[in-house]
């Protein structure tokens, strides 16, 4: 039994709101289903992937965000220790590893329970949310992956920031 029991009736697809917004903002999506679509978003490092996924029976707004990093079997052990590593320090969401595919994803869910709709604002937060995320990860993940460092280092290394002017 549920705390509450109230039938709400949704007006729009979530998923109508993400496609409103990525044509608004001209960027290239594909709607897969009515509960999917996948935008593609330039950021800092690389171009990423967004897939937004509407989960009805959870009532739940679902996002990955996938670069195109694949991480080789000698290198996911180290990998899975900057994961930890990484999502220590998130506020939103979390990264984790595509096992099957070897690939490093950004995750965020959004709930919408009883009948909830998302604003445009949600979505920019969402998306913003998860870019950020990536452009600040993205070199740790490539200094593990690619430079052969170890977790640490690659974190530090990654998140130096220069203070002042040369």
């Known amino acids: 039994m549920s705390l509450i029991e109230l039938e709400a009736e949704r007006h729009t697809n979530p998923v109508d709101v993400i496609e409103h917004v990525a044509a608004l903002e001209d960027w290239t999506f594909e709607r897969s289903g009515d509960d999917e679509i996948t935008v593609s978003i330039k950021g800092r490092w690389c171009d990423y992937h967004v897939s937004f996924s509407w989960m009805e029976d959870v009532e739940a707004l679902h996002l990955a965000c996938a670069f195109d990093l694949k991480v080789t079997e000698a290198r996911r052990a180290e990998v899975m220790r900057l994961l930890t590593l990484v999502n220590e320090q998130m506020w939103l969401g979390h990264f984790d590893l595509w096992s099957g595919e070897g690939v490093v994803m ?5 709930l919408l329970v009883g009948g909830a709709e998302p604003s445009a604002r949600q979505v920019d937060a969402m998306l913003t ?3 950020d995320s990536c452009d600040r990860y993205y070199q740790a993940f490539q200094f593990v992956v690619w430079a052969g460092k170890s977790a640490q280092e690659a974190l530090e290394g990654a998140l130096f920031e220069t203070m002042g002017r040369a």
């Not at 950004?106 to 959004?110: F, W």
């Open 106 to 110: 950004y995750r965020h869910a959004h």
């Open 129 to 131: 949310s998860a870019i």
